[in-house]
């Protein structure tokens, strides 16, 4: 029984001694060495690849969504532009209804005539009245009552317009076949060639926009 024990101790020795020598080779050879139960730390080279990677989706990420940004910013000013074309046609449409009235209250306030002296209204679709020198004093009040009111209401709706942008076009100085349509030339005393004589119908603009041309008579 003694020599069973002492063999039985020796070769328990023996294994212990073989797989501490195991041990110490796995560690000599610079490899990583698994936990029990577990996976293998990654070395440095797989750490760069994943950052890499990480890297390359970032910038993928952030250039879409510059893309996507500018198309909005794009959208943005397309829809703004086309809101702006919208209010400016409307005020032209508006302007065109009212444009009418305006002439309408201009010819219901022509001046009486005079006869002598300069003439009243010569310019801007301004012809002349009947004259009313023999009228009654009542009819002279209602006309003169007549008159005031429709040149206030003129008034009112010319304000109203310039508040909407509408400016009138200028017609002193020569013909300019942008803004003014040409209805007739005949000769005019003392005036050069090419430039407005009179009026026959006043034009209008808004901003840039030629609404309505001014149609004058040119000097031949």
Sequence with gaps: MTARR?????????????????SADAEGT???????????????AAAEGRLAEAEAKRDEYLELAQRVQADFENYRKRATREQERLVAHAHERLVR???????????AAKP?????GPREGARGN????PPTERSPNTLQSEYEAL?????????????ALQKEGVVEIETDGRFDPHVHEAMLTQPGKGAEPGT????????????????????????E
């Design 196 to 219: 407005v004589l009179d009026v026959l119908q006043r034009g209008y603009r808004v901003g840039d926009k030629v609404v309505r041309p001014a149609r004058v008579i040119v000097a």
């Design 112 to 116: 009486p005539v005079r006869e002598s």
């Design 126 to 129: 301004r012809a002349e009245a």
């Design 6 to 22: 002492r063999q039985e101790a020796e070769a328990a020795e023996v294994a212990s001694a073989s797989e501490g020598n195991g």
């Design 147 to 159: 008159l005031a009111g429709v040149k206030l209401v003129e008034r009112s709706l010319r304000s």
């Design 30 to 44: 610079g490899q990583p060495v698994a936990e029990p139960g577990g996976t293998a730390p990654e070395g440095p």
């Design 97 to 107: 209804e009212l444009l009418p009235i305006l002439d309408d209250l201009e010819r």
